[in-house]
């Protein structure tokens, strides 16, 4: 499986954003698909992931109530609206996928099988 991440940016902060994560090679409907995040300097950190058993999402603290993930597996794709973009949420935005519909612990990178190579994300403040 091949992933593309696109739609990263430059945006003012209170803006919008949504990302996309292509797949390609071979469908990854009944894949978990999660977001991670590095900003400048920082390690990579988890973002929002989608399951495909019954495409719960999950997300970390930060980003609760203003993004959401979401998947469209006619189209091979995993989604990651942003709203209300905070300077601090400038990093590039990597996909990735898990062979496993669900996961116990999302927030781990080395339960995903498969890496985008990240979009970049600026919000000036």
């Known amino acids: 499986v091949q992933l593309q991440a696109s739609g990263g940016g430059l945006v003012q902060a209170g803006g919008s954003l949504r990302l996309s994560c292509a797949a390609s090679?071979?469908?990854?409907?009944?894949?978990?698909v999660g977001w991670f995040r590095q900003a400048p300097g920082k390690e990579r950190e988890f973002v929002a992931a989608i399951s495909w058993i019954d495409s719960s999402a999950y997300y970390t603290d930060a980003v609760k109530g203003r993004f959401t993930i979401s998947r469209d597996n006619a189209n091979n794709t995993v989604y990651l609206r942003m709203n209300s973009l905070k300077f601090e949420d400038t990093a590039v935005y990597y996909c990735a996928a898990s062979v496993y519909g669900s996961l116990n612990y999302y927030y781990r990178e080395r339960n995903y099988d498969y890496w985008g190579q990240g979009t970049l994300v600026t919000v000036s403040s």
């Open positions: 090679g071979r469908t990854f409907s009944s894949y978990t």
